[in-house]
Nanobody, 123 residues
């Protein structure tokens, strides 16, 4: 099974930046898309952004568009979420994911998830 390990979370002030990383290990990694979700307390999990693994084509939720960037390093089997202009509403547990389908499709048992990492944006 592919294992996904996140890093880079933490506390940042409003207007600051963070970069989350997700490293895939285990069996040979292949995926159509890699990306990020988040869940704020008391809210549903929501899609943040993703990229196709082969081409790097990115797509984002409206809340992330223009502020967040998804990228990937093919050689390292790692992808990133660069977050800029952070606001308190971005406070959430962020989960990286990989899938054999578009990340905007319904997630299923074929998908892999990281353990989640806390991002806190202070006022």
């Amino acid at each position: 099974q592919v294992q996904l390990v996140e890093s880079g979370g933490g506390l940042v002030q409003t207007g600051g930046s963070l970069r989350l990383s997700c490293a895939a290990s285990g069996r040979t990694f292949t995926s159509f898309a890699v990306g990020w979700f988040r869940r704020a307390p008391g809210q549903e999990r929501e899609f943040v952004g993703a990229a196709t693994w082969s081409s790097g084509l990115t797509y984002y939720a409206d809340s992330a568009l223009g502020r967040f960037t998804v990228s990937r390093d093919i050689d390292k089997h790692t992808w990133y979420l660069q977050m800029s202009n952070l606001i308190p509403e971005d406070t959430a547990v962020y989960y990286c994911a990989s899938a054999p389908h578009s990340m905007t499709d319904t997630m299923c048992d074929d998908d892999h998830w990281g353990q989640g990492i806390q991002v806190t944006v202070s006022s």
